[in-house]
């Protein structure tokens, strides 16, 4: 049983009889077996699995947790606990509630946002300030949604904007008309789908007995809002205060700091022994993190004794130096490359490793940068399969269509509507049936703007041997002059697959369709040339051959994820709920800090240990971050060392011409003698804890 592997401290923990339950489980002390020991301890008490919860941060730890309990209590049992992130819980009892749920992605919304955006009119304020981006008050908007839960914006904007107080009225209608829009078209991004399942929880008892969080110190204002919604009679919180990475994201580690006064009864436990880290791994890793606030008092106890290398500084003269002695002494080292892990504090840094590790023929996979949801393939595919599911989805009908040579996205906007008029509100009538009664110039006045432009009602002759079927020649949207023969073949070929799409309810049939037709066809041809193209505008052959053979192999990925699923809602969320969690390829793990958090490997080089970059000064100094929260971004990075430690910094970038001071960090591990440089770090900087 999972209880009788599990230390003193640890059994101590799992057993407890306490209510409320802090874990304080620094890097690599054992917090998995802790929770799947907890759970053990609850089924074997009475509990049903169907009335424990557990929350995790990724869906892959939830996955990993639920196989553990599997083992010992077999599947049966297992799969009854709701297990995930807050995203994925959020849904699935809302499903169960049969509550309509169509999650978009925030590209999506972002273009919505825009649009509305661009319509308010900013040069009538008198202020010195500027407005805020489109961009960044999206941006802004979702920290406001984790992280305020009292204030309206335009009052949030005055507590923490103050000199953008001018444009707080228009900053809150833009936000008022982009709400009232989803709801009309029935959008839930992330945030909406917590809050949500959170409303829920106010007005209906769930039944969890016991509500398990794990990486606790991560844990937002909205997110912490559910737990207490939900208010669980016995709450069981696992997490390390050192590791609180996500204060960029709205995490906040006051929660986990002030638990033990929202909760006086509770009892604080700390695990001490740690079986990842070799001893100079840690004593470096302590050294560091303790010129942080201690919330709750730790020590941690090695048990790991072989092999004992002391972490090691290299030193490079010059940036790309660095890269490529790191690559060096990658391709000398013993240690397998799937066991080796390079990690940056900027996305930036890892062109320079991944470029320098190719050179020498060394393969590498990266996480923190562009996701396999990111490439436009697998954009492509999913917008059109949301649209199939969901014909009233505007934004998945513009990325389908934006592809067609000529036609931008206002005029796409402009066509969705006129579809949904001339089929009496259904966009499927107005394609397949449009209401030929009318006349399309009908149209013009009624704020479409797709017939503004020089309507005319010239024959459609030009069409008529392209192929076209009969139905769709006497559509009224190809006598829009604006249309090509090339585009009004993509919007044909789209039109014949769409109908074809309607009668499949198959999750990886609907993703062979689509990837055997025409339309794909076309699409992949265009972003094949496109990342084919030389300076002087030519395709180079083996690069396009190369694009198609990677675009083919996401496409049988993407087959392959479709293939537990039988129903297309609940493939098309997981795909937005769990992209994250997927990686691709083989070799060196390329890692920024945050996409390394929870993982181990026997070698990490820690690079770009130069001060402004690591610590990163201007993140430090926005709002949410810190000189501390640096610090631990610091410490959760060694922290992934088992037993081989590299730090690396260089002293001269010779592109950007700048000299480089080493980072804070290497002064305070012991690595670099505190001299006048550090003295000017420190003191240059208010925001540094000595």
Avoid: W
Wanted: with cysteine.
């Amino acid at each position: 049983m999972p209880l009788q592997n599990l230390n003193k401290e640890q059994l101590e923990a799992a057993t407890s009889k306490y209510d409320k339950n802090l874990i304080i489980a620094s890097a690599g002390t054992g917090k998995t077996s802790t929770i799947v020991g907890r759970i053990a301890h609850l089924i074997n008490s009475g509990i049903n699995p169907n009335e424990i919860m557990l929350l995790t941060f990724t869906n892959k730890a939830a996955a990993e947790m639920i196989a553990r309990v599997a083992r010992y209590f077999g599947k049966d049992v297992a799969k009854k606990i709701e297990a995930g992130t807050f995203h994925a819980i959020s849904y699935r009892v809302l499903k169960k509630e049969d509550k309509k749920v169509v999650l978009k992605q925030q590209r999506e919304l972002k273009t919505l946002f825009k649009s509305i955006y661009e319509k308010k009119n900013f040069f009538d304020i008198d202020s010195d300030t500027q407005a805020f981006s489109s961009n960044y008050l999206y941006d802004l908007y979702i920290l406001y949604q984790n992280t305020e839960l009292k204030l309206e914006f335009y009052e949030y904007i005055y507590k923490n904007h103050d000199e953008h107080r001018a444009f707080a009225d228009i900053y809150q209608d833009i936000i008022d008309e982009y709400e009232k829009l989803k709801k009309e078209f029935g959008f839930l991004n992330f945030n909406d789908l917590l809050i949500e399942f959170r409303e829920l929880a106010k007005t209906k008892k769930l039944g969890y007995k016991e509500v398990l969080v794990d990486e606790y110190q991560d844990t937002n204002l909205l997110q912490e809002s559910i737990i207490e919604a939900i208010n669980p009679p016995s709450l069981f919180c696992v997490g390390d205060y050192d590791q609180s990475i996500y204060a960029f994201n709205g995490a906040d580690i006051n929660i986990i700091a002030s638990f033990t006064q929202k909760y006086p009864d509770a009892k604080v436990f700390n695990l001490s022994k740690n079986y990842r880290s070799t001893k100079p791994i840690l004593e470096l890793a302590d050294k560091v993190i303790s010129y942080n606030e201690r919330i709750y008092p730790k020590k941690l106890e090695v048990t790991k004794q072989e092999p004992n290398f002391p972490p090691k500084l290299l030193v490079f003269d010059e940036l790309f130096d660095q890269y490529h002695g790191i690559a060096k002494y990658i391709q000398n080292s013993n240690t397998p490359h799937e066991e080796i892990a390079v990690i940056f504090r900027n996305n930036a840094t890892a062109d320079g490793i991944e470029v320098a590790l190719r050179e020498l023929g060394i393969n590498s996979k990266r996480k923190g940068g562009n996701s396999f949801f990111d490439a436009k393939e697998v954009k492509f595919v999913l917008d059109l399969y949301t649209l199939v599911v969901n014909p009233t989805d505007m934004m998945a009908f513009i990325h389908t269509l934006e592809y067609a040579k000529g036609i931008g996205s206002g005029f796409l906007a402009d066509m969705f509507l006129a579809l949904k008029k001339l089929g009496k509100n259904s966009i499927i009538n107005g394609l397949y049936n449009p209401d030929t009664s009318k006349d399309i110039s009908d149209f013009v006045n009624v704020n479409l703007g797709l017939f503004d432009e020089y309507y005319t009602k010239e024959s459609i002759k030009k069409y008529q041997n392209l192929g076209f079927d009969i139905e769709f020649l006497n559509h009224p949207i190809l006598k829009h002059p604006k249309l090509t023969k090339e585009s009004a073949t993509y919007i044909y070929n789209f039109y014949i697959l769409s109908k074809k799409l309607l009668a499949i309810t198959n999750p990886t049939n609907i993703i062979q369709e689509i990837t055997s037709s025409n339309l794909f066809e076309y699409v992949k041809e265009l972003l094949a040339n496109k990342r084919a193209e030389l300076k002087d505008k030519t395709i180079d052959e083996r690069l396009k051959e190369e694009a198609l053979t990677k675009i083919k192999r996401k496409m049988l990925l993407l087959e392959d994820l479709s293939k537990p699923y039988n129903d297309s809602e609940r493939f098309l969320n997981a795909m937005i709920l769990g992209s994250n969690d997927l990686t691709q390829g083989d070799g060196v793990n390329l890692l920024s800090i945050h996409a390394s958090k929870g993982l181990e490997f026997r070698e990490v080089y820690v690079i770009d240990l130069m001060d402004g970059r690591f610590p990163n000064r201007k993140l430090a100094n926005r709002s949410g971050g810190s000189i501390e929260e640096e610090r631990r971004l610091f410490y959760v990075a060694v922290t992934r060392a088992k037993e081989i430690l590299y730090l690396s910094f260089a002293k001269y970038d010779k592109v950007k011409k700048t000299e480089f001071l080493p980072s804070q960090f290497l002064y305070e591990a012991g690595l670099v003698k505190k001299d006048e440089n550090y003295k000017k770090l420190v003191f240059s900087h208010p925001d540094n804890t000595l």
